[in-house]
């Protein structure tokens, strides 16, 4: 058992030796860590001093069932100690979460931007763990690392030797993504919004920091800014444990660090909040000379580019695909006749291509500038708006910003069917042209048939 010692005594000289322990039999939650041994001579005051062991015919090797064995000769006056180690996976974690939030400081959000840490676990001699670039698999866990599997996910003195840790998402699912080396002590991942990585069964005693790279957070003009980074620790009672402490290192980044103490859970989180909301824009279609007239079914799409190359992306990082106008008439709809919702937008130049112009209205002959301002201020610009007649293209109603793009009505003789003001009047019209036409005509044969010719 644990601090027990069994003595071989009185062994004849020149005897050699060999013990293993074997691994398949340890108990279930044990790991081995190491066999060592030391031989003690005695002096002439009958004092026993260490020295190094003196191999026969060598002093370890491997059984061909895997496991290390040591091994020596007796001489005379000499004690030989043999010391094997293991080591009890406790089940303490490690686990460091990313939060958003919008501009208040409270309201979560999500995103798909990553964030970069930087840190390290050091076992209690304070040697690195690291991560093993072998274990690059970025297998989905739905469940966690497999039982099966469990066995390789280790932790030992050695660098190399593999992590185990998982990163669960938003919702809780368990996603195993890579790490990598960021130096000889250090590991590096990234986090999204809302998600954990948790390092597993990390060995007692062993100490961590974590830090997230802020770099740019602190200008003006940045996305995200730094908010706070703390941690708790409690035990298996679920009372207060030895709590991590909370500094700044000398590249100015806030750091978490802590030791694990047996049965303990440590948390860390790191949050973040937008410097400032992203702007919700949406789009409303309308004829040139009357914009109460609403067009449904324009195609639109949007670019990051002047060349439409490449496509916008919203908030979150997803590309914008085709924007259509469309609605409804009834005003408790929640998108307006000849409105199209584009998204939430950074600050930043955009361009807004017409795909499929109206029937009935020429194309608007460049790209839509709209720019959002650092500030969110919107200014939209088209060589096209200068025939428009009226102004206001930017209104701003309860935070959402719409954008009026009008169309002017084409010469030619189709008629506008997408919302326009419609084909009554133009059919009204040639209905009269032609009741007059056919009126002429009759009139016309009335007074050839009532004159005489005289002979």
């Known amino acids: 058992k644990a601090g027990e010692s069994v003595r071989f005594i009185n062994v004849p000289r020149n005897c050699t030796y060999a013990f293993w322990e074997v691994s398949g039999d340890l108990p279930a939650g044990y790991h081995w860590v190491s066999i060592t041994g030391e031989n003690h001579t005695r002096d002439a005051d009958n004092n026993y001093t260490s020295y190094t062991p003196q191999p026969y015919p060598e002093n370890t090797g491997t059984t ?11 001489y005379s006056d000499v004690q030989h100690n043999i010391d094997i180690t293991n080591r009890m996976l406790q089940p303490n974690h490690i686990s460091v979460t990313k939060k958003v939030t919008k501009a208040d400081g409270e309201t979560p959000i999500q995103t798909n931007d990553s964030f970069t840490f930087h840190g390290g676990i050091w076992n209690w001699r304070g040697t690195p763990y690291t991560f093993d670039p072998a274990w690059d698999d970025r297998t989905d866990r739905s469940q966690g690392i497999p039982e099966a599997e469990y066995g390789n996910y280790t932790w030992d003195d050695h660098q190399n030797d593999p992590v185990a840790y998982n990163i669960l998402d938003k919702d809780g699912n368990y996603v195993v993504y890579k790490g990598h080396f960021d130096s000889t002590d250090e590991i590096s991942f990234t986090l999204k919004s809302g998600e954990t990585i948790e ?5 007692t005693a062993s ?3 974590f830090w997230e790279i802020t770099d740019g957070m602190d200008a003006p003009d940045s996305i995200y ?3 706070s980074a703390e941690g708790s620790a409690v035990n ?7 709590q991590p402490g909370v500094w700044e290192n000398e590249d100015g980044y806030t750091v978490v660090s802590g030791t694990v103490n047996e049965n303990d859970d440590h948390a860390v989180t790191v949050k973040n909040k937008f410097r400032r909301d992203p702007v919700p824009i949406r789009i409303e279609k309308t004829d040139a000379d009357d914009n109460t007239v609403k067009l449904n079914g324009v195609t639109f799409r949007l670019y990051a580019d002047a060349s439409h190359e490449t496509p916008a992306l919203d908030y979150e990082g997803s590309e914008i695909g085709l924007i259509t106008t469309g609605g409804f008439a009834d005003a408790e709809q929640t998108v307006p006749l000849g409105v199209a919702e584009i998204g939430s937008l950074w600050p930043g130049t955009y361009y807004l291509v017409e795909a499929d112009p109206p029937p009935g209205y020429k194309p608007l002959t460049d790209h839509v500038v709209i720019t959002v301002a650092s500030d969110g201020a919107v200014t939209v610009t088209n060589p096209d708006f200068a025939a428009a007649t009226g102004s206001g293209f930017v209104t701003e109603q309860d935070g959402l910003i719409t954008v009026a793009i009008p169309n002017m009505s084409s010469s030619g003789t189709e008629l506008p069917s997408t919302g326009g003001r419609g084909t009554l009047l133009y059919t009204l019209s040639g209905i009269t042209l032609m009741l007059l036409a056919a009126l002429v005509y009759i009139f016309g044969l009335r007074r050839r048939k009532g004159v005489r010719v005289n002979s």
């Open 64 to 74: 061909p069932a895997g496991d290390t064995w040591l091994g020596g000769k007796v």
């Open 199 to 203: 390092f597993l069964d990390v060995p």
């Open 207 to 209: 100490t961590y920091r």
């Open 225 to 227: 800014q730094f908010v």
């Open 236 to 242: 298996a009672s679920g009372e207060a444990a030895q």
